[in-house]
């Protein structure tokens, strides 16, 4: 019975079983025929029922329908029973056949309905229940209106065919359970078992009510040769039942049930029966009253599809930029994994990010920043294939499903023509704005059966790949490779230990001398964050800082600095002879703060430092692109705060913005200072920037002095600043203490406590 040949057992069975029936049909064999099928069905489908609902494989709740279905079965066998006996009598009067075969009858579709409600979803909530409700009622009626004329209204005027009346009224039942899976769907281990549930009990309507209209008109009856077809629909949807367990169970609440247009066809059935009673009664005075009510019901049904459509299309639509929502794309991913499955093409997403989209949002207004996403979602329509959806996620991200791409090289060609398409600028808020963007690329062939998870899984390595690429600060794409799965979660969890670090005490502030190449004497420290795990080791700052960043981690940690170096400088100033600066870096993203002036104003305030000593580091682009930046900044030096452009030179800005913005101090970058080599040609960069900073009357600090003829060189240049290693690297706070406590003599020889051991650049603490 567990056996494949035990479950093609029906299949081989049922076909001669059916021409036997049809080859006796008429003769004296035709009765023993007739019975032994019908035992044979019957027990089959007890046995196989049984079996259903006792597999291990399927869950309680699938397992609990089976047992009303092989009750099905034991009550066809009653009446089977009692049709039989009455077929030997050939005696209709006797008690026991009418019990046996009436009550059998009755049983079946009593159990059958109970089972096939069993099947069905999970409740729906009242609104759902109460449409539902109305959906099974049009349906009903188009039923009783079936069975009214043709089976009902004859029995009146002919009280003998009553008795013919009770299988097929009693079959209206079902109508319930074959509604409620059609609307609702059912728990089911995939689709076979449920089609042929429902196809076993809608032959048994259409059956039984062919057999009453035939007794009642004394038509011949070949019932005997029908019969079979429900029963074998039935076996055989236990039969699916067992192959299946296991498998995938399909969805509780189907999004587009297959019966959804049921109430529509039970509209047209029932005008249909009212149309032919009036043709056929001959009454010509009802034809426009049945006319005028169909195009009532189709004006108002047509209207009620276009309405489900729109619904339907909002459903699965983003409102602000018209492009899929994620309802649709996981629909769409669904039917793009079952197509894989069975082509072997792969199936391609790109994830999506808009880079600096906050900054849009905070600095000109959301209305800004919703013309940006609609702008940037007409540049993915425009660039993708036909065929592929895009789709809005939420917020700033996008993804596009590539369904049925030959090769990585094929999803790229996508990513580079958005690329592409985004050097042209948009024009948001009136004036022009190049968008920039991230993207992750994921290709997954679906293996046969891939479900849910797998569809999952793509999005999540996508998402992983533009993670990867939006570190890069590229403004290219990602495609994901193994190990990138790994890498994600380790920099999710590294993301949630770096939330605590400040708490738990494993940041540090390292501090990083800046001297006076004209004095030798200590002119200032630069303040840098590090990351002390208390298992990973000191963690890069090149690792950290981007993160803090993407996290928003970075507003905390580099406030946190700020008031430690705060204090710490103060004390050191008020033991040197002649005051030191502090030096410390900004993320553009603290800029963004909409108090962050306020906030550093207040900490000076508090500490009692000197604002003039202190000294905020930026980048060119916070400066020349961020109107927000430039207001915290103007509002700082209003203050006495210096502000300082680092790493100048390497940027973007035009030479023009430099007088204009806010800026007291220029930090010569190290790869200019590395082409420091006695050589005027070498010298050519940082002799223009230096320049520069004295005609607009700016201090310069060189940034990476690694040999002493570098500082030699950049004295004679007329730096005035400079760090480096030739001097010291950042040193740990007990150890900068003990050299500010010698600085008074002159530049003191470095101590032997030393903070990290490569001579890199020193990482912003912001």
């Known amino acids: 019975m567990g056996t494949k040949t035990g479950l093609l057992l029906p299949y081989l069975f049922f076909p001669p079983a059916v021409v036997a029936l049809a080859a006796t049909h008429g003769t004296t064999a035709h009765t023993a025929v007739a019975s032994c099928t019908f035992l044979a069905l019957n027990l089959a489908g007890a046995v196989y029922a049984g079996k259903a609902a006792t597999h291990p494989a399927l869950t309680p709740a699938q397992r609990r329908p089976w047992w009303m279905v092989m009750g099905c079965f034991v009550a066809l066998w009653l009446a089977s029973v009692g049709f039989g006996i009455y077929a030997v009598t050939e005696d209709d009067e006797l008690p026991l056949p009418q019990v046996l075969s009436i009550g059998g009858r009755i049983a079946f579709v009593l159990v059958l309905l109970i089972g096939l409600l069993m099947f069905a979803a999970q409740p729906l909530d009242g609104r759902a229940g109460w449409k539902l409700a109305m959906d099974v009622v049009t349906v009903v009626g188009a039923g009783v209106m079936l069975a009214w004329y043709f089976l009902v209204g004859p029995a009146i005027t002919d009280p003998a065919s009553t008795r013919a009346l009770i299988v097929p009224v009693s079959d209206l039942m079902l109508i319930l359970g074959v509604c409620t899976m059609l609307l609702r769907g059912a728990v089911l281990n995939g689709r076979r078992p449920l089609n042929l549930l429902l196809a076993g009990t809608l032959s048994y309507l259409v059956v039984d009510f062919y057999l009453a209209v035939v007794k009642i008109g004394e038509g011949p009856v070949v019932g005997s040769v029908l019969v079979p077809v429900p029963l074998f629909f039935l076996v055989a949807a236990a039969v699916e039942q067992i192959r299946l367990a296991g498998g995938p169970t399909r969805p509780a609440r189907p999004r587009n049930p297959r019966g959804s247009g049921l109430p529509f066809a039970a509209l047209l059935l029932g005008y ?188 999540h390595c996508a998402d992983v790949a533009m993670y990867v690429a939006k570190r890069r600060r590229t403004h290219g794409w990602q495609v994901y490779v193994e190990g990138s799965m ?131 580091e930026v980048t060119e682009s916070a400066l020349v692109n961020e109107a927000t930046a430039l207001a915290h900044l103007v509002e700082l030096r209003t203050r006495g705060v210096r502000v300082a452009v680092d790493d100048f030179g390497t940027g973007y800005s035009s030479l023009q913005y430099l007088s204009r913005l806010p800026v007291d101090i220029l930090k ?34 060189a940034e990476g002095i690694e040999q002493p003829a570098q500082a030699t060189e950049l004295t004679m240049l007329g730096c005035d600043n400079a760090q480096g290693y030739h001097f010291a690297e950042p040193l740990a706070a007990d150890a900068m203490d003990d050299l500010v406590s010698r600085a008074a003599h002159g530049w003191p020889s470095l101590p032997e406590e030393r903070v990290g051991t490569a001579p890199d650049k020193p990482v912003s603490s912001a």
């Open 668 to 701: 010569i970058d190290r790869s200019f200072v590395a082409e420091l080599n006695g050589d005027p040609a070498g010298a050519a960069v940082a002799e223009a920037v230096i320049r520069l900073g004295q005609v607009l009357k700016l201090d310069t600090v």
């Open 486 to 616: 790994e890498l994600g979660r380790e920099l999710a969890v590294l993301g949630e230990e770096l939330g605590r670090a400040v708490a738990d005490g494993e940041m540090r502030v390292a501090y990083q001398p800046i001297v006076a190449l004209s004095s030798g004497g200590l002119a200032g420290v630069e303040a840098l964050a590090r990351w002390h795990h208390p298992t990973r080791g000191v963690v890069p700052p090149a690792t950290f800082i981007p993160l803090a960043e993407e996290t928003g981690h970075i507003h905390g940690i580099g406030a946190w600095v700020l008031e430690e170096a705060l204090v710490r400088v103060k004390e050191w100033q008020e033991r040197l002879p002649k005051s030191i600066y502090l030096s410390v870096n900004v993320s553009a993203l603290q800029l963004e703060r909409p108090r962050f002036a306020a906030e550093v104003g207040e900490l000076i305030d508090r500490i009692g430092y000197d604002p003039a000593n202190l000294v905020l």
């Open 272 to 459: 249909g029966v009212l149309a032919y009673a009036a043709w056929a009664a001959g009454v010509a005075r009802w034809y426009g009253l049945v006319a005028g009510g169909v195009v009532m019901t189709v004006g108002i049904t047509v209207r009620q599809i276009l309405t489900l459509r729109e619904n339907q299309a909002l459903l699965v639509t983003d409102r602000l930029t018209g492009v899929a929502n994620r309802m649709r794309l996981r629909d769409a991913l669904a039917r793009s994994a079952r197509r894989s499955a069975r082509d072997g093409r792969a199936t391609g997403v790109l994830l999506l990010d808009l880079d600096g989209f906050k900054q849009v949002n905070d600095t000109h207004g959301h209305d800004a920043g919703d013309q940006v996403l609609i702008a940037f979602a007409d540049v993915l329509r425009q660039s993708v294939r036909a065929g592929d959806l895009v789709a809005r996620l939420g917020g700033d991200e996008f993804a596009i499903l590539l369904d049925g791409v030959d090769d990585v090289a094929a999803a790229t060609a996508v990513a580079d023509r958005i690329l592409g398409a985004l050097e042209t600028p948009v024009v948001v808020d009136g004036a022009e704005r190049t968008l920039r963007t991230s993207i992750g690329v994921a290709l997954s062939a679906f293996p046969d059966g891939a479900g849910p998870a797998a569809e999952r899984d793509l999005l």
